[in-house]
């Protein structure tokens, strides 16, 4: 069976974990395969809602095994209060697999990574301070520390020496910090070791055996392809590659075994952090967007930015990730306007331009060429079937399917696990 990719294709934050939950029950395994705890994901089922940072979302479904990639950084800490906080509240989570090259986000990483954000001043990238970038830095500077460098203390000790040799040098004469001793964090990642072993595995080996099996394999990305550091809005970028070649990277599996690859679309835009935002809104509407969509970051705690959907960005997507699919979240919070924006096209130095700007320069002062198309006033969220819909409702999804390059699969039309409308079986 080959395996699906299930990604966001805006700037993150469009709803990943309510697509990759319902899908949790009919497959076999959930992959995170990039990204660390800078992550979030909301699923809600039943009268539960559930808040994962590191976790790939399918860790809620009994049926199917959750696996962490090479590609993820894991910060233990989070992790094991992750799967305490599950095991609280009585989810099962003794079949998640965590690979052992994937690397470790060590207390130096967090504080280099809070020292530097802090010293850019107005030219800050709006990291959420967690360690997700320098860790990456040193995986590829070649002194990051793997999972499976917990269980050799002798290599353990190198490499934390190795990584430190430097950063020490720059903490007290760049930043006029204290040194970080050698020997309190190879003592605190060592008591990580014993706890983390049930988990650890090769999950390369275990992936693809498992589509050799006729197993159905789903990749989950974090963020969302605009975040992308090689497709998104660089800088205003995280630090690794939630498009869809990053679920190859990430996890081991070749791209000749992937199927499908399925968008997540926000029915508008947000986005957290700083960062161009040609749909960002600064009046009631976008408070309205706020207030109604709950849109606050699950991981951050900061209120999102947001603004009417953008098509441009959606095509960009579809393109750089090949997706097939489209399932798009939240119609239900534009129940209630008369009108309805969508930039269609961006205007840039007086010129109308429909795709996405090469330009770092031209994007950050590309302004929305809106359509505007009639909204409904009708509650949506019963709706279980696309002919439920409000007429208007249904066009909206029409304009936005056609404008965007690929067909809308599902439509998100509550919070809940079951208030979703499927058009086409991703299956």
Request: proline share 5%; aromatic share 8%; glycine share 12%.
């Amino acid at each position: 069976m080959p395996a699906l990719v299930l990604l966001g294709a805006q700037w993150g934050d469009e709803g990943k974990g309510k697509a990759t939950d319902l899908l949790g029950g009919s497959v076999d395994y959930v992959v995170r395969y990039q990204g660390g705890n800078n992550a979030g994901h909301t699923v809600v089922v039943g009268d539960q809602k559930y808040a994962l940072h590191l976790l790939p979302s399918g860790i809620l479904s009994p049926t199917c095994v959750p696996v962490i990639g090479n590609g993820v950084v894991v910060d233990p800490s989070v992790l094991l209060s992750e799967l305490s906080g599950l095991n609280e509240r009585g989810v099962d989570t003794s079949k998640l697999l965590i690979s052992g090259n994937a690397h470790i986000i060590t207390p130096y990483n967090v504080t280099v990574d809070k020292v530097t954000e802090r010293f850019l001043g107005k030219r800050k990238i709006g990291t959420t301070g967690r360690g997700i970038g320098p860790t990456y830095a040193d995986k590829i500077n070649r002194v990051g520390i793997r999972v499976q460098d917990l269980y050799d203390e002798s290599i353990l000790t190198q490499k934390v020496e190795a990584a430190l040799d430097a950063k020490n040098q720059m903490l007290t004469k760049l930043y006029n910090r204290r040194a970080i001793a050698i020997e309190q964090v190879v003592e605190e990642l060592l008591g990580y070791a014993e706890k983390l072993a049930p988990y650890v595995a090769d999950t390369v080996l275990v992936l693809n055996q498992a589509l050799e099996e006729d197993k159905v394999v789903l990749f989950e990305g974090g963020q969302g392809t605009l975040l992308d550091i090689d497709h998104g809005t660089y800088p205003f970028v995280t630090s690794s590659n939630p498009t869809a070649g990053g679920a190859c990277t990430g996890s081991g599996v070749g791209p000749t075994k992937i199927s499908r690859v399925i968008g997540i679309l926000k029915a508008y835009t947000t986005r957290v952090g700083a960062g161009p935002f040609p749909t960002e809104l600064f009046d009631e509407d976008g408070d309205a967007l706020r207030r109604i969509g709950g849109e606050r970051g699950v991981t951050t705690g900061r209120d999102r930015r947001c603004g009417w959907f953008d098509a441009v960005i959606a095509r960009y997507a579809t393109r750089v990730n090949g997706l097939t699919d489209f399932f798009l979240t939240k119609l239900d919070v534009l129940t209630g306007w008369e009108q309805i924006p969508v930039c269609v096209a961006y205007e840039i130095d007086g010129k109308r331009v429909e795709e996405l700007p090469y330009s770092q320069s031209d994007f950050h002062h590309a302004k929305p060429v809106y359509e505007t198309l009639p909204g409904w006033s009708e509650d949506i969220t019963k709706a279980k079937s696309f002919s439920d819909l409000p007429k208007n409702a249904q066009n909206y999804v029409k304009a936005l399917e056609e404008m965007s390059g690929a067909p809308i699969s599902a439509i998100g039309v509550g919070p809940g696990r079951d208030e979703t409308i499927e058009i086409n079986s991703f299956l």
